[in-house]
């Protein structure tokens, strides 16, 4: 299964494409691991980093994108936690660098998010600054009930440029603050494959995936091995009178039903196990578990009141004897 050791040392291989995607990783890095200090009046930059193959492509990047000569060290293992950045890059000099990244406004002041430029370049800048954020503050957790995709951010803003940056190439995250520290989470195991492949970590992405099918085969045999216990028996029928209901409202409303409560339905028949949140996912553009429930709630109000008026049997019409109740 794909570590985050794994990812990361898969990550500094890939060779960016274009020098705006390595300008765009580059920021991402020093934002995310980095910060700004006055050492003599002069502003330097550090960034804390957890590998040396990291290091050496920060310092790379550096001297070939922007003329600047860094200086790198072993943090001691004294001042380090497992897990945490064992390295530290300084450019002494740093305060060009910073306005040329955009970490410095027009009034020498460190920005709270992302730089504009950044979140608004092409795919593969948008990419590139995922896999910058990665390579400094992420991590992965392998698929399973809690598998997850996150970044550490050092604000609230930087998330939610991260979280912008991954819906414009169509990863939805979302920006959540656990423990005091700003996070930006994808849990969606598909959506995590996704990312993966478009910031460049290929091979895991295909362990993760073989990973992710592998489970849900398993849980899906794991259900109906245990099909016959109550709660399990009762949400199978609920999910039949469901679609059943809606499968004769549609019937019933025709071409008069309302485009917004058409789409809630037909969202539902081919859908048929999925809970109310995963429908709500599925939706384009994404809704609540109350909001889908509530559309799917008026369809079937609309159309047995239509029932009546017509004089034809309403939603209910269509359910097995067993599910009347229903």
């Not at 949140?277 to 578990?289: I, M, N, Q, R, V």
Request: with cysteine.
């Amino acid at each position: 299964m794909p570590s985050t050791p794994d990812v990361k040392n898969e990550l500094v291989r890939v060779q960016a494409q274009h020098v705006g995607e390595r300008m765009s990783e580059l920021a991402a890095v020093l934002r995310l691991a980095g910060g700004l200090h006055t050492i003599s009046g002069r502003i330097a930059l550090e960034a804390e980093l957890h590998t040396p193959a990291i290091v050496q492509r920060v310092r790379k990047d550096l001297a070939e994108l922007y003329g600047v000569r860094s200086e790198a060290k072993q943090m001691p293992a004294a001042s380090t936690r497992p897990g945490s950045p064992q390295f530290v890059v300084r450019v002494l000099d740093g305060e060009t660098l910073a306005r040329q990244l955009g970490l410095l406004d027009q009034k020498r002041r460190p920005i709270r998010g992302l730089p504009n430029r950044l979140t608004t370049g092409s795919p593969g800048e948008l990419a590139a600054i995922w896999r910058g954020a990665f390579l400094a503050r992420g991590s992965v957790t392998p698929p399973g009930r809690s598998a997850s995709l996150e970044i550490v951010c050092p604000t609230n803003e930087a998330a939610m440029a991260l979280v912008g940056a991954a819906g414009r190439i169509g990863v939805h995250s979302k920006s959540r603050e656990i423990r005091g520290q700003h996070k930006v989470l994808i849990r969606d195991g598909e959506a995590i494959g996704h990312m993966l492949g478009l910031i460049g970590a290929t091979e895991s992405q295909t362990k993760w995936e073989e990973l992710r099918k592998a489970r849900e085969t398993r849980n899906t045999a794991n259900r109906l091995v245990n099909f016959d216990d109550a709660n399990l028996r009762r949400s199978a029928q609920a999910s039949v009178a469901a679609c059943a209901r809606v499968e004769r409202a549609l019937e019933i409303l025709g071409d008069k039903v309302p485009e917004h409560l058409r789409y809630a339905g037909e969202l539902r028949l081919p859908h048929r196990d999925a809970s109310l949140d995963e429908l709500g996912a599925k939706a384009e553009p994404p809704l609540t578990k109350d909001a889908i429930a509530g559309r799917i709630r008026r369809l079937l109000a609309l159309a047995d009141k239509s029932a009546v008026q017509q004089g034809i049997p309403g939603t209910d019409a269509n359910l097995p004897d067993e599910l009347d109740s229903l």
